[in-house]
């Protein structure tokens, strides 16, 4: 049975707060077969690719070629049926449309002292992009994470993937195509981002990787982090659906389960104040699930990690949902734009009973790339600005400088940095020369 | 002898590559030692605050306490030189009007078929910020990783600091006190971290924990990083300066020697087209460095790390400027601001003859937390928005979802996930029912 928690139990507090704290995933300890795999590739480049394709891929690279060629993505692409190619554009251009309103203002300005400050945004210039092989090998996750690349000014986004068995999935290669990505590499796993990072003859590297994997690749990518950027590493999925007793039980129960079905470490909540109609979710849960083809995943889920959450009244369970920081949050009650103000914590927000949480998987426009394991209280979602830096500048005249120099050598003398007192007062021949 | 680059010298390019992966640090392997008193924190709490703070730093808070009475941060306050107060004053209120600057603005829109699309920006709820002991316990510091914080709206900022032997830098206490932090431990290391990642009888958990340290914080940082947010890990500083032969060499010397005098794994960049001047600067940094207290350290720093780099013209220089990628760059030359645009990677940057670095790193009112090590390549100085997060908000009505039902169903079916596909589809009665 999932599990029940009810606000009104005596326990609930310390219930409520040792569901918060469940580990959803054991990440497997792969730190020294990582290390030796980026070592290899940092000395033998190219090489070591091909060896270890071989080996964990059964491709041959040395004859295949690492690089997968123009015609080989655009032959994908022209085969790929019309109706999913454009779902595919018509994705791409919603994402690239939202994301395009992201995009940072510079600032320059003087200050009432005539300090010239400013504040310039540019793109970083290489991207590295990891899409995994296999079952996980999901095209929306290519545009999520090129689109916003692209919209930044990135000028060269690579992406990397396994091929296992020689085999690429034509889904993902159209979405590369479609997201104007051109250079693709036939090589995944921790090896693929040692590539990344450190370059071989065919790779040149890039400074900041992005994109999910498996054990070997998010190791690899905290390992480089440093000499290349790295986005957040995703923790499996997770969903929150706040619902009322007039919603139809079967349209809550079909989007708890598809987060479920993503992961058996997924997790899906359902809050609500309505007992009765909990446990018609509850049921229709179970109805729905013999009809999943991943219904084993679905189930470990949502029996190992999922729950159901009574509360009283909405604001009783807003500091509830808060303190959950969900990934997804579905508001799925009369007027929920009432509640969204008071919602602190969340990687994204769903609203009214016609916004299921998989239009932004997909064609919503916003990113589906989102923090998970409630890091919502201190992140955010992919966006344009992961692609972007800032750099401040400032310019002094004369006249400035004898302004703010006073202060500056105090608070250098004050904190014992006699070369830095002496880099401002020299300009102004307050230095003692000796 | 400071290494010498020349770019007409035929090995110039691998030098320079070489140059540029020089590693400047070596971190102690302290993780094993600092995840054990992470552990003890979390299991025993305050006792084991104690017990460290006892052993490390010979202060006993079992009887002293472990917060910092809002009167002995008073008392630091008052007792300042005024000159010094004024100054720090003077410095927070420089900060704060820049940092105001970079407040994002909300977004709320319809597209064009009636999507209701949203990002909300909102402040992390409480933050932890850590202030090194002994001669690293820059007041300067607090300020520019407290006021950001205060400017995005954190409710709740947490100051750690070690007291060796009790005692506390009254400079830090005053810094806090102007940058309104009133809630303050005498307590540092890896159990500061843990206590502020996991919480104890005394101190309440943040979600983000901010600020520099030594090898045992930055190890601690990293293993509490998913239960909490983090800053970057920051490295040795550096500056890289560009200028002409019209610079008085003795200015520019004590540029290079303010970085240098940081760290002996500092690293402090000449690069001009001049090669007189370049010597002249070099002769200047050996009279400069006898007046220093801090002269070993700068001496080191310099001569293991330092770099005068000859250029025939700024044009060739600039793709080596962006290569370095260096966390402070001063432009001295003719003009500076003929470069700026073509300037890519730097956390900062310093334009004309009358900004020195330190300016910024004191009253420029910009920020001094910078990218080191290249990774302005990639990352960016700490800002407002380090301190905030964005939601994403979308909201459909029946139409909407009828509009974009089809592609996203068509993805979710290409994806293999049936109940991501059923949660649209159920919506609009286009599922199977079974």
Redesign the interface.
């Known amino acids: 049975m999932v599990l029940r928690l009810d606000h009104g139990d005596p326990d609930f507090a310390d219930r409520f707060a040792a569901f918060l704290t469940t580990k959803r995933e054991v990440s497997a300890d792969v730190d020294a077969d990582v290390r030796a795999i980026i070592d290899a590739v940092r000395q033998r480049g190219d090489d070591a690719l091909h060896d270890f394709t071989l080996r964990f891929d059964g491709l041959d690279t040395r004859a295949a070629g690492l690089s997968v060629a123009a015609a080989d993505i655009e032959a994908a692409y022209e085969a790929l049926d019309p ?2 190619r ?3 554009h ?2 791409h251009d ?1 994402i690239a ?2 994301h395009r ?2 995009l940072p203002g510079n ?1 320059r ?1 003087q ?1 009432a002292l005539g ?3 400013g ?2 945004w ?1 793109a ?2 290489a991207v590295g992009l990891y899409v995994p092989g296999g ?1 996980a090998s ?3 996750s290519v545009l999520m994470n090129a689109v916003p690349a692209r919209v930044a000014g990135v000028e060269r986004i690579v992406m990397v993937v396994p091929a296992r068995q020689g085999e690429l999935n034509p ?1 993902v290669l159209a979405a590369a195509k479609i997201a104007g990505i051109d250079e693709i590499y036939r090589v995944g796993g921790a090896q693929a981002v040692a590539a990344l990072a450190y370059g071989t003859q065919t790779i040149a590297p890039v ?2 990787i992005v994109g999910p994997g498996n054990a070997w690749v998010a190791a690899a990518k905290r390992q480089v982090f ?1 000499t ?2 790295i986005d957040m ?1 995703a923790g499996p999925s997770e969903v929150l659906v706040m619902a009322d007793g007039d919603n ?1 039980p ?2 809550i129960a ?2 708890l ?2 987060q ?3 992961d058996a470490g997924a997790q899906s909540i359902l809050m609500t104040p309505d007992r009765d109609f909990a446990e018609a979710v509850a049921a229709a849960v179970e109805r ?1 699930l013999a ?4 219904a084993e995943t ?1 189930r470990r889920s949502w029996l190992d990690f999922g729950a159901i959450i009574l509360v009283p009244d909405w604001p009783t369970a807003i500091p509830l949902v808060n303190r959950i920081a969900a990934e997804h949050l579905e508001i799925a009650t009369a007027d ?1 734009e009432q509640w ?1 103000d008071h ?25 589906h790339v ?2 998970t ?1 409630r ?7 992919l ?1 344009v ?1 992961d692609y972007m ?10 006249e ?2 004898r302004q ?1 120099a ?3 050598i ?3 003398e ?11 007062a ?2 102004l021949n307050l ?2 020369r ?1």
Do not use: C
């Open positions: 109706d999913l454009a779902a595919l018509f994705a919603r449309s939202h309103r992201q600032d300005y200050d300090v010239d400050l504040t310039r540019t970083v210039e079952t999901y095209p929306s889904v400074s900041k440093g290349v950027g590493i139809d079967d349209w079909a989007d389960l598809a479920a079905e993503h729905q009809m999943l083809p991943r679905a929920p969204v919602i602190r914590n969340a990687g994204a927000i769903f609203l009214g009973r016609h916004t299921p949480e998989v239009i932004g998987d997909y064609v919503g426009g916003s990113n989102l923090p394991a890091s919502a209280r201190f992140s955010s979602g966006s600005l830096k800032r750099t401040s500048i400032l310019k002094l005249g004369p400035q400088l703010l006073p202060a500056a105090a608070l250098a004050a904190e014992g940095l006699k070369a830095h007192a002496r880099s401002v020299i300009r230095e003692d000796e």
